[in-house]
């Protein structure tokens, strides 16, 4: 049997893992995350990976000083790891100084299927798939995964959900990350407002250049095209640009908190259905801890899923939500320390 290939995701954007994970693995690829330089080294330091996806604009450790730092120790170790740069940054001018660098490839944000597999192919060892015959499957499939969506999320004007679920692949991961989006709205304004009030401009640049990525993920373009703008006055020092054009940003953002507010309400009532029988729960329970020992997500979701047509125990529901809230944030060691309670 062939041996799986496996990748390192390197970004500090939660949303941006999400996706990647899952994309890879709908590819049958197995992924490890890292959401900081240091974490990637530690992982790097554990396991071999095919390939190595490297965010570049991160905090404390930016992709290049990672990169740098793993070179030397594949040096040590004879590792030919080739490590891909993950930028919204993209002209000619980043291109040349990434390749400068030495990373072996460069991949724009927020990132295409299509193009992704292409750069997959370029540097894996086994081809994923053909380029064109996913980009047919993924229009045939587009529609009606946006179908599946809740309709009340047409009507929200900024969301172009056909980009959104393009970027995300399916329609319930579009729906988790929307739902890890809107829980995080308050906070992330805030510490965006506090940046501005205590005049940290490069803070400021660096959240709004996070903002920015995580709404053009979302299909809320106009938005981020506004993000972008204000990020581009935070690198040229445009203070004037960014108090006048700051507040009109965090007043649209907090607006979506209130208009996918339905994601993050309390579950329906399950009194109806039938009570779950204790074969089943038990098989459950072995069956989430298996594919978390594994990080396989999907099988993850589809298990959950099948628990949904029974009314749990009220100690067991707030356990499989517990498991449930874990995945969506893609926190493996959250997840585990759920079942182990």
Same mark, same amino acid.
């Given at each position: 049997?062939?041996?799986?290939?496996?990748?390192?995701?390197?970004?500090? $954007?939660?949303?941006?893992?999400?996706?990647?994970?899952?994309?890879?693995?709908?590819?049958?690829?197995?992924?490890?995350?890292?959401?900081?330089?240091?974490?990637?080294?530690?992982?790097?330091?554990?396991?071999?990976?095919?390939?190595?996806?490297?965010?570049?604009?991160?905090?404390?450790?930016?992709?290049?000083? &990672?990169?740098?730092?793993? $070179?030397?120790?594949?040096?040590?170790?004879?590792?030919?790891?080739?490590?891909?740069?993950? &930028?919204?940054?993209?002209?000619? =001018?980043?291109?040349?100084?990434?390749?400068?660098?030495?990373?072996?490839?460069?991949?724009? !944000?927020?990132?295409?299927?299509?193009? %992704?597999? =292409?750069? %997959?192919?370029?540097?894996?060892?086994?081809?994923?798939? /053909?380029? =064109?015959?996913?980009?047919?499957?993924?229009?045939?499939?587009?529609?009606?995964?946006?179908?599946?969506?809740?309709?009340?999320?047409?009507?929200?004007?900024?969301? /172009?959900?056909?980009?959104?679920?393009?970027?995300?692949?399916?329609?319930?991961?579009?729906?988790?990350?929307?739902?890890?989006?809107?829980?995080?709205?308050?906070?992330?304004? /805030?510490?965006?407002?506090?940046?501005?009030? !205590?005049?940290?401009?490069?803070?400021?640049?660096?959240?709004?250049?996070? %903002?920015?990525?995580?709404?053009?993920?979302?299909?809320?373009?106009?938005?981020?095209?506004?993000?972008?703008?204000?990020?581009?006055?935070?690198?040229?020092?445009?203070?004037?640009?960014?108090?006048?054009?700051?507040?009109?940003?965090?007043?649209?953002?907090?607006?979506?908190?209130?208009?996918?507010?339905?994601?993050?309400?309390?579950?329906?009532?399950?009194?109806?259905?039938?009570?779950?029988?204790?074969?089943?729960?038990?098989?459950?329970?072995?069956?989430?801890?298996?594919?978390?020992?594994?990080?396989?997500?999907?099988?993850?979701?589809?298990?959950?899923?099948?628990?949904?047509?029974?009314?749990?125990?009220?100690?067991?529901?707030? !356990?499989?939500?517990?498991?449930? !809230?874990?995945?969506?944030?893609?926190?493996?060691?959250?997840?585990?320390?759920?079942?182990?309670?």
């Amino acid at each position: 049997m062939e041996q799986a290939m496996r990748m390192l995701i390197v970004d500090d $954007t939660q949303v941006n893992r999400m996706i990647l994970h899952s994309l890879l693995t709908s590819y049958g690829i197995d992924t490890d995350v890292a959401e900081s330089g240091r974490e990637c080294m530690e992982l790097c330091g554990r396991n071999r990976y095919d390939l190595i996806l490297m965010d570049y604009r991160m905090p404390e450790m930016n992709g290049v000083e &990672t990169f740098q730092k793993l $070179t030397r120790m594949f040096e040590d170790s004879g590792c030919r790891t080739p490590v891909i740069c993950h &930028t919204s940054e993209d002209t000619e =001018e980043d291109r040349d100084f990434y390749r400068s660098v030495g990373f072996a490839d460069i991949l724009k !944000k927020p990132v295409e299927p299509e193009v %992704l597999i =292409e750069v %997959l192919n370029r540097y894996l060892p086994r081809e994923i798939h /053909d380029p =064109e015959e996913a980009e047919l499957r993924a229009r045939i499939l587009l529609k009606q995964e946006v179908e599946r969506l809740p309709a009340w999320l047409g009507d929200i004007a900024e969301l /172009d959900l056909s980009v959104g679920v393009g970027f995300c692949k399916t329609a319930d991961i579009f729906l988790e990350v929307l739902t890890v989006f809107a829980e995080s709205i308050a906070e992330k304004a /805030d510490e965006i407002e506090e940046d501005l009030l !205590k005049q940290d401009w490069q803070m400021y640049t660096l959240k709004v250049h996070s %903002l920015k990525s995580m709404l053009r993920l979302i299909g809320a373009g106009r938005l981020a095209d506004t993000a972008a703008a204000l990020e581009a006055a935070g690198k040229r020092g445009d203070l004037d640009k960014i108090r006048a054009g700051t507040p009109k940003l965090m007043e649209d953002y907090r607006s979506l908190a209130t208009k996918l507010s339905g994601l993050l309400e309390v579950e329906e009532s399950d009194a109806e259905l039938p009570e779950i029988p204790a074969s089943v729960l038990e098989d459950a329970y072995l069956a989430i801890s298996e594919f978390a020992s594994c990080y396989d997500s999907d099988s993850l979701q589809m298990v959950l899923a099948s628990l949904k047509e029974y009314r749990l125990p009220q100690e067991d529901a707030l !356990k499989i939500r517990a498991v449930r !809230k874990a995945l969506s944030h893609l926190d493996w060691e959250g997840l585990r320390a759920v079942l182990d309670e």
